[in-house]
């Protein structure tokens, strides 16, 4: 007969209640730990903060007795064929399952941000690109994607997405960020989160919150926040991802908000995330988050003392490896310092985690590991590929260079140093800038044209030179080679100063300006860099974000035609490389303004990008209804018109017509922007609330409808409510947070109205082909 646990009937909660009040003080403290073997190999640099330090070597025999809360990063730590991990991954379940009394696996997990981090897996796009592609139907895809191949190998939960909102573009995180633009990032994040639980493994978000609003872009920095700013800015993707993504686990980060560190934030942990928005997942730490309360932090003066902030503040797993969660936790629950029901309700989260997953299934085994395993398949790398693709960015083409046209024998110059180098396409994330760097007697394990190489295959009948004096035209490639703590320009631990780009690569343009060709520039970077030293100087300007192991033929084919841009900046790209931190969501006078000398005005602002064919734009009605009732259809109310009326508890109905009038297929993104400053409280003079990408075949058109509640207007108070107001609104029709085509008014009416969790946060959008007119 089954045991209660394993009853399948049961509830998930009920069975992991049933098994935890079997277990001793011991087994309910071992749910609560990591192992991560071949985490102290000697040789390799740390993949995470003081990893050697920290790390010790682990007697398993002496651990799995109690069992295992989770295993950390089987692939990720060394490379291995993929076959070969999970067959070793299997057999170590196994293990695990039988040196326990009941039975249970481990949960493994492994860093998935930028594709499964594994030797020999498909590498996708930075998640800066993701936010280049406004396309989250492509983000979920690529996540399930994802979530395949881990789940095939045996993994259950991925450390991805980072949900940070880019506050200041010199922290080295930058790539790993979604872009400036919460909504976006909520957006895409919750897609992505969706994808990859869709195939049963479990999405981490990170880094609960506020990481990338360090001090100086400084990694692990101190974070001063407001509560507003916080809770408008910074929360509302983790918000969105919980809610309506089911995300099963959140990880806290590094910093400190004001003074109290993430790791013992009862108030974000447990207060707004498990009281106010219903979160029933778990809270695991970052690596060796726990142990930094008393290493780094210095709030703490032992292992144990450790251990009781964080569990007391909701800190369910230590995670990599056991140092508090494990004999000084016991003894301060023994001693009396720690109440056992805080131990006791962390296991119950970690058990019911388990039991979601089948891992108290009676019939549990480790997926049986095939004879190969593909991690990158034809249709990753076709996923790969088109979210490369959609990335892209052209920012300028002031002189009409592109698509290159190059006359018959025409000559072109590729240079800089990353021409013919596949590191610009890697985020640090990827496994080989994240392992691989530190195995140069491996091969990188998937293939990674150059964009060298990508144009060479794209113009068979053009002569490539290797002195722009002698060329038609100059491609000039620059941007960041990603690395961790130092061993980069780009990703974890490697901030700049400022925003200049890296390596002298600036006077290499300067030099090439300077010449007889025509220089395009194309940026592979994690971040974005001021450009306003050459803004007039450039035939072009291609912006790619890390666009992984496709990026090269990605980039090539929107240089030349093949494929038509549609990217769009998920940053603002600044002129100058100072007066950082700023972002677009600034109130009037975080703009430009006779009180202050320096201009904050982006070269190129969020949301930029442009075409190679044209678009019109042709505004539509609005429409309004209860918030209880479906949308109305839309009535003659024109745009800039007489205000449409709003209730503060109802909601409107936005269009426009958007017409290739070019000879060329395209796709336009309209992206839906609120200016509501109700209220004695400064708000963004201009912020995303809606989006859509239109793909065009010439001379079509399609109706673009956005349905916008009344809901999403509100702002906080600083006493911590929320709260829609009274008053005139405008929404704005715009193809960049600058570039406003048309504007509809608003005025909202009603008494002001409290919104909670439950509030609508999304203007979802439809478009509707046009039917074109019948021939005469």
């Known amino acids: 007969m089954a045991h209660p646990w394993q009853d399948t009937t049961l509830p998930a909660r009920d069975r992991a209640a049933a098994l935890l009040a079997r277990m001793t003080l011991d087994e309910k403290i071992a749910q609560l730990h990591s192992v991560w073997p071949g985490s102290t190999a000697d ?83 930075t998640p800066l690109a993701w936010g280049a592609t406004f396309d989250p139907a492509l983000v979920h895809d690529m996540a399930a994607g994802i979530g395949a191949s881990l789940a095939a190998a045996g993994v259950h939960q991925g450390l991805a997405p980072v949900l940070d909102v880019t506050r200041d573009p010199r922290w ?63 929360l509302p993707p983790f918000e969105m991802a919980v809610r309506d993504g089911g995300a099963r686990s959140v990880m806290a980060a590094y910093h400190d908000i004001d003074g109290l560190p993430a ?128 990335s892209v960015v052209v920012l300028a083409d002031g002189a009409g260079v592109l698509p290159l046209r190059l006359p018959a024998g025409g000559r072109i110059a590729v240079v800089g140093p990353l021409a013919d180098d596949p590191a610009g396409m890697l985020g640090c994330y990827s496994f080989p800038r994240h392992v691989g760097v530190e195995h140069p007697e491996l091969p990188l394990g998937v293939t990674v044209p150059t964009l060298l190489a990508s144009l060479r295959a794209e113009l068979p009948g053009t002569e490539f030179v290797t002195d722009p004096a002698d060329a038609d035209l100059c491609v000039a490639v620059v941007g960041d080679r990603s690395g961790l703590f130092g061993r980069g320009t780009s990703g974890e631990g490697c901030d700049a100063p400022d925003l200049r780009l890296p390596d002298g690569q600036g006077d290499l343009l300067d030099t090439l300006v300077e010449g007889p060709a025509p220089v395009v520039l194309v940026l592979l970077t994690g971040r974005p860099y001021a450009l306003g030293r050459w803004a007039d100087r450039l035939a072009a300007v291609v912006q790619a974000f890390f666009p992984g192991q496709e990026g090269g033929p990605a980039v ?14 998920p940053v603002s790209v600044p002129r100058d490389p100072g007066g950082q931190p700023w972002t677009y969501l600034a109130p009037p006078l975080g703009h430009r303004s006779g009180a202050s000398s ?59 017509t958007v017409r290739n009038t070019g000879t060329r297929p395209g796709t336009e993104v309209v992206q839906l922007y609120l200016d509501a400053p109700a209220g004695p409280y400064t708000r963004p003079v201009a912020r995303l609330v809606g989006y859509a990408r239109v793909p065009l075949a010439p001379g079509a058109a399609a109706d673009v409808r956005f349905t916008v509640p009344a809901d999403v207007t509100a702002h906080v108070r600083p006493d911590g409510t929320r709260r829609v107001e009274p008053g005139p609104a405008e929404l704005r029709f715009g193809a960049s947070s600058t570039d406003i085509r048309h504007t509809v008014p608003l005025t909202l009416t009603g008494p002001p109205r409290t919104v909670g969790h439950d509030r609508r946060m999304r203007c979802e959008a439809t478009v509707t082909a046009r039917t074109p007119p019948a021939a005469p």
């Open 43 to 125: 040789g390799g640099d740390d993949v995470a903060p003081l990893q050697h330090e920290l790390s010790d070597d682990i007697d398993l025999d002496a651990l799995l007795p109690y069992g295992l809360g989770q295993l950390t990063r089987p692939f990720g730590t060394a490379p291995v064929e993929p076959a070969e991990g999970a067959a070793h991954l299997a057999a170590l379940q196994k293990r695990v399952a039988a040196a326990n009394r009941f039975g249970v696996p481990a949960v493994a997990h492994e860093e998935c941000l930028t594709g499964f981090t594994a030797w020999r897996a498909t590498v996708f796009p």
């Open 172 to 234: 080295g995180r930058t790539e790993e960020t979604i872009g400036e633009d919460p909504y976006l990032v909520a957006t895409l994040g919750t897609a992505y989160v969706q994808g990859l639980q869709s195939a049963g493994v479990v999405a981490t978000l990170k880094h609960f919150a506020g990481y990338a609003a360090s001090r100086g872009a400084r990694n692990h920095a101190p974070a001063s926040l407001g509560p507003r700013e916080l809770a408008d800015t910074v």
């Open 263 to 390: 790791h013992a934030h009862h108030p974000l942990l447990t207060t707004l995330l498990r009281d106010t928005w219903g979160f029933d997942g778990t809270v695991v730490a970052d690596y060796f988050g726990v142990s930094f309360l008393e290493l780094a932090h210095r709030v703490t003066t032992s292992p144990a003392e450790s251990a009781a902030l964080a569990l007391a503040a909701g800190v369910d797993v230590e995670l990599p490896a056991v140092r508090c969660y494990g004999t000084p936790l016991r003894d301060a629950v023994r001693a009396g310092t720690v109440p056992e029901e805080h131990i006791d309700r962390a296991a119950l989260r970690v058990l019911t985690q388990k039991c979601e997953l089948g891992l108290l299934d009676a019939d549990w085994a480790p997926p049986a590991p095939p004879p190969a395993l593909d991690l990158d398949p034809p249709e990753l790398r076709a996923l790969a590929r088109r979210a490369a693709e959609e």
């Open 556 to 569: 090539a084919g929107v240089l030349t035609g093949r494929v038509e841009p549609s990217g769009r900046l």
């Open 598 to 656: 320096l201009d904050p005005t982006p070269l190129y602002p969020f949301g930029h990008g442009l075409s190679y064919t044209t678009f019109t734009w042709e505004p539509a009605p609005a429409s309004a209804a209860p918030a209880s009732a479906a949308p109305a259809p839309a009535d003659p109310v024109p745009a800039g018109g007489t205000p449409a009326v709003l209730r503060t508890d109802g909601e409107t109905a936005v269009a426009v």
